[in-house]
């Protein structure tokens, strides 16, 4: 059987001249090289009663050819009304709407090239576009940030650590355990307070609060509320002067061991560091977090922990922490 082809003006005007003949389908299609299929579809398609006119034929089949294509998948308005949420409010990226949708076995499903190439031509336009007319695409994250050369001194103030980076346990290492955080501060405007995150490993659960300074003292006090009744096992902070007092943690906290990476080696603590990328969409760099509520930035932080992750099989890392499975679209 051959391939079903639609028929040209030419090939139009010799099945009116057979038609005219009295032929049969069966013989028009053999003389045309036609399946007969094709020629019955194009007599149903086009002719006009009992009349065949190839201009006319011609003429019907090109606006329906024009008509003929895929439709866009978010020219649905729930699907679109649901990715720009997600994008806008929620901070999502598009692969973890595409592939959290895919997860939960919704009836909406999207690609995240679909919804890259929606932004780009514009069709999820932000309420307020930059002067450079760059619209939606502003809500995805795209910040680069400045790391220091390999093998520079350290230059801010030393401290004794307890343990290498390099001592932690294969439970840390392979993120096979839960309870192996890594921690740092996200600082707002200088002299004033801070963030104090901590990310388990395992899961990229954030456990976060707010010091009111950056100091060792009240950092040392938000990490032991925030740690105390969690599982634990260990803690991986930076070399900042804030965690010079870690010792005071290791007391509270039942011999809690902290390690420390080399100096500016942020790779090493890529978890919390990649968490702290993501809070700054809500505590920009020089914004005065003092008089936040604390309310506020719990509600930012439960927004990280049921916020699909790649690495984690688009599940989140509450999910994940929790041993839990949530419908979130």
């Not at 002719?47 to 089949?61: F, M, N, Q, W």
Request: hydrophobic share 30%.
């Amino acid at each position: 059987m051959r391939h079903y082809h639609h028929l040209i003006l030419s090939e139009r005007e010799k099945l009116l001249f057979f038609l005219a003949k009295g032929y049969t389908l069966t013989y028009i299609a053999k003389k045309m090289g036609k399946n007969k299929s094709t020629i019955s579809r194009e007599l149903h398609r086009n002719a006009s009663g009992k009349h065949y006119l190839p201009v006319d034929a011609e003429a019907k089949a090109r606006q329906r050819h024009s008509h003929c294509r895929p439709h866009k998948r978010l020219d649905n308005p729930v699907l679109l009304k649901k990715v720009k949420s997600l994008i806008s409010v929620h901070q999502w990226s598009p692969e973890e709407i595409s592939h959290r949708l895919t997860l939960e076995g919704s009836p909406l499903q999207v690609s995240f090239v679909t919804i890259y190439r929606a932004i780009h031509a514009g069709m999820l336009d932000a309420p307020l576009t930059d002067r450079y007319g760059k619209g939606f695409i502003k809500k995805l994250r795209h910040h680069g940030k400045k790391r220091h050369l390999k093998g520079v001194e350290e230059r801010r103030g030393k401290f004794p650590v307890s343990h290498d980076i390099s001592e932690r346990t294969a439970g840390a290492v392979h993120r096979s355990r839960r309870g192996h955080f890594e921690a740092d501060t996200v600082a707002g405007k200088k002299g004033k307070a801070c963030l104090v995150t901590l990310v388990d490993r395992k899961s990229r659960y954030l456990l976060g609060g707010k010091a009111d300074q950056k100091r060792a003292d009240a950092v040392n006090t938000v990490i032991i509320e925030l740690l105390r009744g969690q599982p634990l096992h260990s803690i991986t902070p930076d070399r900042g002067k804030e965690f010079s007092k870690h010792a005071k943690v290791t007391e509270a906290l039942d011999g809690v061991k902290f390690y420390f990476p080399k100096p500016h080696q942020p790779w090493q603590r890529g978890t919390n560091e990649n968490t702290n990328g993501l809070l700054r969409e809500y505590f920009p760099k020089g914004k005065d977090i003092t008089d936040i509520s604390n309310n506020y930035i719990q509600e930012k932080i439960d927004e990280l922990n049921l916020r699909p992750r790649k690495c984690l099989g688009y599940k989140t890392p509450y999910e994940v922490y929790f041993s839990k499975t949530l419908h979130l679209t």
